[in-house]
């Protein structure tokens, strides 16, 4: 037997010609290279012919996460300008093609929508969805079909749309009334946070109705329930991006499983208990509410199929996900920025505020009936979701099969994001594009259905926002209130001049201002 214990541990090596020790070591290399070699011979003729769009180099394990950055959107926009409008890119061992341009994006949406709707399936989403239940996060198929038909006929028509009208003016009323409250004291208001309790109301009251009895520490935590919701479902964890045993090894560390059970066990508690409550006989004449219309096609659709019934209880729970997560963020940071840019520009909040007031008067509050006659409240809305669209990555897509976009091959399992920040920005295609100018909108007939593929705010094709008019009725009519109750100051020492419209970082599905917006407001009339 060697002894080694008095060497060094450079010297500890045993006495035997080094070709033998560095057989382990180059073992794996070599088969590696074998296995290349016999895949590459292999693919060699189909390869000839593929052509995979350009992207920066990737790294071993990393792909080109290293590039992401701290604002996702932002990077990929660059390194576009440098790669091309349709862009290789690896998270990890996920490839993704990221597009950058409205033709691009219009091959994708509209001549390929079929093969490139279908979204990947993550780990979050999917135990958060009750494995695809639900609509947004669905795989394309006829589950997704039969719930986004019921989406859009039954929660989102027109029709209940403007049934949930009282609702939206009602809170909006409750949201003047707070803030009347602190103007009255000469106070500050942080209406960041003042706008996403006011979606947040109405996305709940809506889909809970008004006499569900919250505690304090139910609505706090359910607050907070549905930002880590969010939270989880826009991430793309450590174990999907690494390969194994990288991937073991992130997981065991980083709790991204344990956080998504937990959340997911929470927030079935509450449904449960939700439901249930909505079950128990003497609710008659209780304000109409989604969960309600949901049971009774749950019902219906029992009594026409029985137990072959598509449409159970956990379909339902996977659908309040959907109502949290699209409507409560989305709504809430579109005021926010709006507010933020007229605050920053005097002379356009003085011309939305004038329109307000001329065309409402001395009613005291705007209501929906007054919408249609805010034509300058819409462009500057539209300018908003142009300058800021709250997803700017739309929600990622997944190919399921073969495509050609611009002459690039894409395979099935790839995932998509439409840069809709990078376009709505492009020079190409609008004059000024790094100024926000409402009056771009006036004489254009461009719209944010998804019919223009430089302006995709809701996204385009099948998997377009289905709640358009719901979410752009919030918008309106909040802004609409604030800018008509209230002048707005600037707290003490700073000018209009230095209105930060910095992003908040990190990777999520949608993107706010990184500070919050702190004001004086002060009474109109009582001036
Ligand atoms: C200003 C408000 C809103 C904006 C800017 C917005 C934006 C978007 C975007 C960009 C997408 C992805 C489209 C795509 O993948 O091509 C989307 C999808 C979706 N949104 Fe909205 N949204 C808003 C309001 C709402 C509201 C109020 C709800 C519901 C309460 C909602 C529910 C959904 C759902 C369920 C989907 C998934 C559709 C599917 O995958 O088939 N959104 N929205």
């Known amino acids: 037997m060697r002894d080694f214990t008095i060497l060094s541990p450079q010297m500890a090596l045993p006495d035997v010609p080094v070709i033998w020790l560095l057989i382990p070591l180059l073992l794996p290399l070599v088969v590696l290279i074998i296995r290349n ?3 590459l011979s292999g693919r060699k003729s189909s390869n000839l012919q593929k052509l995979p769009p350009p992207g920066p180099p990737k790294l071993p ?6 590039q992401l950055g701290a604002h996702p959107h932002q990077s990929l926009w ?10 290789q890119f690896h998270f990890g061992r996920i490839p993704a093609v990221i597009i950058s341009s409205p033709k691009a994006a219009k091959e994708v949406m509209r001549v390929h929508d079929l093969a490139s709707c279908s979204r990947p399936s993550l780990a979050g989403t999917r135990r958060l969805s009750y494995n695809y239940l639900d609509v947004a996060f669905s795989p394309y198929g006829d589950n997704w079909r039969f719930m986004r038909k019921m989406f859009i006929l039954e929660l989102f028509s027109l029709k209940r749309t403007k049934a949930f009208r009282f609702v939206r ?4 009323g409750l949201l003047i009334d707070s803030i009347s409250e602190i103007s009255a004291s000469a106070s500050t208001v942080d209406l960041t946070e003042k ?3 006011l979606t947040r109301n109405i996305t709940f009251r809506m889909t809970f109705g008004y006499n569900y009895n919250w505690s304090d520490f139910d609505k706090d935590r359910f607050h907070e329930l549905v930002h880590e919701a969010e939270v989880v479902s826009g991430t793309i964890s450590g174990e999907e991006c690494f390969p194994r045993p990288f991937s073991w090894i992130v997981g065991k560390f980083n709790g991204h499983q344990a956080r998504i059970e937990r959340v997911f066990h929470e927030l079935d508690t509450f449904y449960e208990r939700i439901i249930d409550e909505h079950l128990k006989p003497g609710r008659e004449g209780a304000e109409e509410d989604m969960i309600n219309v949901l049971l009774a096609i749950e019902k219906e659709q029992y009594q026409l199929l029985g137990s072959k019934s598509r449409f159970r209880r956990e379909n339902i729970k996977a659908v309040f996900l959907n109502l949290f997560i699209g409507g409560i963020d989305t709504a809430a940071m579109t005021v926010n920025w709006a507010m933020a840019e007229l605050l920053a520009n005097p ?3 003085k011309k939305t505020q004038d329109e307000v007031r001329d065309i409402v008067g001395e009613k005291g509050r705007v209501t929906e009936d007054d919408l249609e006659n805010l034509q300058y409240l819409k462009l500057v809305i539209k300018e908003t979701l142009r300058f800021h669209p709250p997803a700017p990555l739309l929600l990622p897509r997944e190919v399921s099969s073969h495509l050609k976009i611009s002459g690039y091959d894409i395979p099935p399992k790839t995932m998509i994001y439409i840069n809709a920040w990078g376009m709505g920005r492009d020079p190409k295609y609008w004059k000024d594009a790094d100024k926000f100018m409402p009056e771009r909108f006036a004489n254009s007939s461009l719209d944010f259905k998804g019919q223009d593929f430089e302006y995709l705010p809701f996204g385009a094709g099948r998997r377009v926002c289905p709640a358009i008019n719901m979410g752009i009725t919030t918008v309106e009519i909040a802004l609409a209130n604030l800018l008509y109750c209230f002048d707005w100051k600037l707290p003490k020492g700073m000018k209009a001049e230095d209105m930060s419209m910095e992003e908040k970082s990190g990777v999520r599905i949608t993107v706010d201002r990184k500070e919050p917006l702190l004001l004086i407001p002060v009474n109109w009339r009582n001036k």
């Open 195 to 197: 706008c996403y309790s």
């Open 169 to 172: 003016e009602e809170e909006v």
């Open 37 to 39: 070699k016999i895949n």
């Open 61 to 66: 394990i990393l792909g080109n996460l290293y």
């Open 347 to 349: 002379r356009l909040m």
């Open 78 to 87: 660059q390194l576009a300008k440098k790669y091309g409008p349709v862009m």
